[in-house]
């Protein structure tokens, strides 16, 4: 038997988890995203060869085309990174701030409501413009230009190819 009957409490319950897992969710997803890759390419030797070719394909392009970034500019870009992160998560909380203010506080009325709920969908609209689009295009930025990111692709490549000569062998 449920403890509380009442599904607001277990959609607010919710939804509080939800917004508070999903930033060290996301930041763990980004951080492991590179390894589950490489897991799900050493399934056949077919798809092992893929990911290394993609791999080597991928470090060429960046070695070629786009310049290395120092050490600091980097950090500086890594952090302007966390503090987008968390402009967008401080939006969103004030969006479920306001859309929770609309459901619980009985003394608004249908006007503030309306208004309440209208600047909610607009800052979560405009959190996720600016999450996806510009925020995306600049991540796009540091990992090309990346050494720590190139450095990664060629761990990569060497573990992936190291695997492939213990498969071959077997």
Request: glycine share 8%; hydrophobic share 45%.
């Amino acid at each position: 038997m449920w403890p509380h009957k009442s599904v607001d409490l277990w959609a607010l319950v919710v939804g509080i988890a939800g917004l508070f897992l999903a930033y060290p969710l996301a930041v763990l997803g980004h951080i492991h995203a590179q390894w589950w890759r490489d897991r799900f390419a050493e399934r056949s030797l077919k798809s092992l060869n893929k990911r290394i070719e993609k791999l080597e394909k991928q470090a060429t392009e960046y070695e070629g085309k786009y310049t290395l970034l120092s050490e600091g500019e980097e950090e500086i870009l890594k952090a302007l990174e966390g503090v987008a992160l968390l402009v967008g998560l401080g939006v969103a909380i004030l969006t479920f701030f306001l859309l929770l203010g609309v459901r619980y506080i009985p003394q608004l009325s249908d006007y503030d409501a309306r208004r309440m709920l209208g600047l909610g969908l607009v800052s979560a609209f405009a959190t996720f413009l600016v999450e996806v689009v510009i925020f995306g295009r600049f991540a796009r930025f540091r990992i090309r230009r990346s050494p720590s990111y190139r450095k990664q692709i060629q761990q990569s490549i060497k573990r992936l190819k190291e695997r492939l000569a213990v498969t071959t062998t077997e």
